[in-house]
Every structure is written in structure tokens, then in C-alpha cells.
């Protein structure tokens, strides 16, 4: 219900604003602009929701990504470095600096947010001291094109009906596999019925942004990762001791659950995926600024709790962390579209932040 909850309120944002905007809110050129947007909050939001859900919290990863990005840009400008080799060098960066940061958060017992406080400070004096205050730019087009280009319409279309089979493939496998153990399963309309409606979407929004360029490559990295990361999380023992770890630290370590490691496993993750996100801010930019990335870790935070992910840990989804990512970007679009007045829009992101951890408390204390 939750899931459909949130579907739903994007349906009517959609609306409202496409009302106010007489249509142009919906126009293919603005939704892709919409994808491109959402996508480093995104990509950060992901590895924050197995933040959360472990119990923890990361106010580094704006100024992280920020790092990151700069890095990449400095590498590739001053030291005309390979695309590739840049991209590698901002996720392993980003992937060490999480790993510092896990360490002190697993194995020397400092609180996750005292660490990543500091980190946030750490990481953008780091940013402004080695790009000298200055901003980096232009990039080589092999580097900007990361997230400014587009998948020929062909690939695009093939992408997408491939999608749709794997969901069809994936319930046809899991009702087998059900059957088999004897387990209830609902109805062949009810679970036939709910793919059908995603792979519709799935072929709409397809159709919608092929009328433009085609579907954006940043949009294509937040599905990727989206994927890899839902198999992580509910497929794997990792994803499984990581719930365990946010629902019950206690009754996870009796449970023979290494939580320093997958603490530290989790960071890592986050700092990995900062590192992507800093990437994606720097192309979409076209350059690296000693201001990139401030203030994104409330966004990814405020994704993730809109999503459904709990502030108090074990509770949380990749798929909403995604979704309340877009519901974010669709709020700035639409109230920059309407000439709303900046401050407005960080009042009502504020209000709904709190709307949402007053509705995950409030449901919580109803289960209890």
C-alpha cells in the first residue's frame, strides 16, 4: 500500500503541475529534463536507504560527491586523464573515503553522525583546497556526454521490452517457486495484473521520452543500480544481515551476524555510490565547483524517509527510495516551471520531510 501510496501522489503531482503549466510539466522535453535531474539524488538516496536501514545516517555524501566530482574534473583537465580511468579513480575515492568513514562508525564506536558531520566538513575543505577555490572546467565531451547524451531510440525500445519480460518472467519464476514450497500465492490476475500495469508504464514512458532524444544515460545508470541493488538487498545474505542489523542489533549478533563488517560494508557502499553521483554532477555541469553537491544529503535523506525507509532502521526499499528521488525533482521542477520563488520550495520540501517521519512514527506506533 505504501508503494501505491507514493505512485499515486507522483500521479498527482504530475497532474497538478501539468494543470498549472498548462501541459508543459508533461512535454517530453521537460520529463527528460525531469530524469536527468533526479538522477545523482537518485543514485545517492540508494546507498542511503542501506544506510538507514542498518540504523545509521550519512551527512557526508553531498559534500562527498562534490569530492568526488571535483577530483574527476581536476584529473581530467589538468592531468588530461582517460574517461574511463577517471570515473574508476572518483568510485574507488569515493569507496575509500567510506570505508574511513565505517571504520570509525563499526570499530571505534563513534556515532555515525558525528562522523559523517565531520566527514561533510573533512570533505568539502579537501574539495576546496585542491582545486585552489577555483572552477574546473570545460570538460572533453567523452566526459560531459555522461550525462547529457541519450540511447538511440532502437536500443531504447529494446530495453524496455526486454524490462517488461523479465517482470513477466521474474512472477511467472516466483509463483513457481511458491507453488512449489506450498505457500499461498494470490491470484494470476492480481499478480499478472500489477506487471502488466508496470510494463504499461514502463512502454509510456518510453514512447514519451523517445519523442524527444531518447531515454537519458544518467536515467539508465539510476535503473541499473536501482536493479543491482533490489537483488542486493533482498536476494543476498548481505541484504538480508543488513535488515537483521536495523531491526535488532542485539538479536542480529546472536544470530551470528558480523555487524562491524557489514557496517563497514554498508559505508563503503554509500562512499562508491557518492563517488557515481559525483561523476553524473560533474558531466551533467560540465564542470566541478567548490559548491557541488551542498546540501544533497538532506535530499538523499529526504528521499529515502518519503519513500518509506524509517529513520529508526530495518525498515526500507529501493524502489521508494527511487520514487520519493522523482517526487523531490518534481517539486523543484514544477514550482521553477511556475516562477515560484526559491524559498517557497524549500518550505515545502521541509513540510513534506516532516509529514512523512510523522507518518512512518505514527504507523509504527499503530503496529505496535
Not at 173 to 202: Q, W
Request: with cysteine; aromatic share 10%.
Amino acid at each position: 500500500m505504501q508503494s501505491y501510496t507514493l505512485i499515486i501522489a507522483l500521479l498527482l503531482i504530475a497532474i497538478i503541475f501539468g494543470v498549472f503549466t498548462g501541459g508543459e510539466f508533461l512535454s517530453a522535453r521537460n520529463l527528460s529534463n525531469l530524469f536527468t535531474q533526479m538522477s545523482v539524488i537518485s543514485v545517492l538516496a540508494i546507498g542511503m536507504t542501506l544506510v538507514i536501514v542498518a540504523g545509521h545516517i550519512d551527512l557526508s555524501v553531498g559534500s562527498l560527491a562534490g569530492l568526488t566530482g571535483g577530483i574527476s574534473a581536476i584529473l581530467h583537465v589538468w592531468f588530461d586523464w582517460n574517461t574511463v580511468w577517471v570515473v574508476l579513480a572518483a568510485i574507488a575515492v569515493g569507496a575509500l573515503l567510506g570505508l574511513w568513514q565505517g571504520w570509525w562508525v563499526a570499530y571505534r564506536a563513534v556515532p555515525a553522525f558525528i562522523v559523517t558531520l565531520g566527514g561533510m566538513l573533512i570533505f568539502r575543505g579537501i574539495l576546496i583546497g585542491i582545486s585552489k577555490g577555483q572552477t574546473v572546467a570545460p570538460l572533453d565531451p567523452s566526459f560531459s556526454s555522461i550525462a547529457n547524451s541519450y540511447l538511440p531510440y532502437a536500443l531504447g525500445y529494446t530495453i524496455a521490452v526486454l524490462g517488461v519480460l523479465l517482470l513477466f518472467y521474474g512472477t511467472w519464476k516466483n509463483r513457481h517457486k511458491r507453488s512449489n514450497m506450498g505457500l499461498n500465492l494470490a491470484a494470476p490476475a492480481v499478480d499478472y495484473g500489477k506487471v502488466t500495469g508496470y510494463s504499461i508504464a514502463i512502454l509510456a514512458i518510453t514512447y514519451l521520452l523517445s519523442r524527444y532524444y531518447g531515454l537519458p544515460v544518467p536515467m539508465m545508470i539510476v535503473v541499473v543500480l536501482g536493479g543491482l541493488f533490489i537483488f542486493i538487498s533482498s536476494k543476498t545474505a548481505f541484504g538480508r544481515s543488513v535488515y537483521a542489523i536495523g531491526g535488532n542489533q542485539e538479536a542480529a549478533a546472536l544470530s551470528g551476524i558480523n555487524i562491524k563488517r557489514n557496517t563497514l560494508s554498508v559505508f563503503v557502499i554509500m562512499g562508491a555510490l557518492a563517488g557515481m553521483a559525483g561523476v553524473i554532477l560533474t558531466s551533467r555541469l560540465n564542470a566541478a565547483t567548490v559548491s557541488a553537491g551542498d546540501m544533497y544529503e538532506l535530499d538523499a535523506i529526504a528521499a529515502c524517509v518519503i519513500g518509506g525507509t524509517s529513520l529508526m532502521g530495518g525498515r526500507g526499499n529501493i524502489v521508494g527510495a527511487v520514487i520519493g528521488a522523482l517526487i523531490m525533482a518534481s517539486i523543484d521542477n514544477g514550482m521553477s516551471m511556475m516562477n515560484i520563488q526559491t524559498f517557497w520550495q524549500y518550505i515545502v520540501k521541509g513540510l513534506i520531510l516532516i509529514v512523512a517521519v510523522w507518518i512512518d512514527i505514527s504507523s509504527k506506533k499503530q503496529t505496535a
